[in-house]
């Protein structure tokens, strides 16, 4: 059974960073691409970052370039996404899902962040 | 940048009623690259459609996915009462992108 789990979410105060892990089990990891989608409070999904199986290829929506940076382990089975400079409009819950297909086929319960002085 | 607009934002159905859900593209987009999620409120997104027309696992048949071009359709056809959630489409470019949802409510 494929399984995501996310950490690392919580209070931080603008400016500063965070870092959040995804682990993933049930699965061959480093055969799928992997992603990561925010959610805001009471509001719609939207992409964050995507990264290859084997890291060689990597994307970031416009609002988080330059500041979020994507990577795995595969030797650990992990995502995580390193977020720094953050805003108040960083805040939500942020899903690590796993790609086939050019779509995402399972996610996980996420990890809120929230931004606030 | 590909932005897909979905249509109506709400949906007011009774159980054992057709319904027809809209997502368009601001620009045509490959058959290969558009799929459906629903989510209820406190769980996380799932995976009803790919490639436009393609059930994911475990998806009942009551779910299908049509279209070409910019104009693609989520059609559940008849509604059960698990049925009532929000859906999304999502595009699979050179970034990913997601409708802004449209929501099944019980009438």
């Known amino acids: 059974e494929v399984q995501l789990v996310e950490s690392g979410g919580g209070l931080a105060q603008p400016g500063r960073s965070l870092r959040l892990s995804c682990a993933a089990s049930g699965f061959t990891f480093i055969d799928y691409a992997m992603h990561w989608v925010r959610q805001p409070p009471g509001k719609g999904l939207e992409w964050v970052a995507a990264?290859?199986?084997?890291?060689?290829?990597?994307g970031y929506a416009d609002s988080v370039r330059g500041r979020f940076t994507i990577s795995r382990d595969n030797a650990r089975n992990s995502l995580y996404l390193q977020m720094n400079s953050l805003r108040a409009e960083d805040t939500a819950l942020y899903y690590c899902?796993?790609?086939?297909?050019?779509?995402?086929?399972?996610w996980g319960q996420g990890t809120l962040v929230t931004v606030s002085s | 940048e590909i932005v897909l607009t979905q249509s109506p934002g709400t949906l007011s159905l009774s159980p054992g009623e057709r319904a027809t859900l809209s997502c368009r593209a601001s620009?045509?987009?490959?058959?290969?690259?558009l799929a459906w999620y629903q989510q209820k409120p406190g769980q996380a997104p799932r995976l009803l459609i790919y490639?436009?027309?393609s059930r994911a696992t475990g998806i009942p048949d009551r779910f299908s996915g049509s279209g070409s071009g910019t104009d693609f359709t989520l059609t559940i056809s008849r509604l059960e009462p698990e049925d009532f959630a929000v859906y999304y489409c999502?595009?699979?470019?050179?970034?990913?992108?997601f409708g802004g949802g449209t929501k099944v409510e019980s009438k």
């Open positions: 990264i290859s199986g084997n890291s060689g290829s990597i």
């Open positions: 899902a796993k790609e086939v297909d050019w779509s995402l086929d399972h």
């Open positions: 620009q045509s987009v490959s058959r290969s690259y």
């Open positions: 490639g436009v027309s």
């Open positions: 999502q595009h699979y470019g050179s970034s990913v992108t």
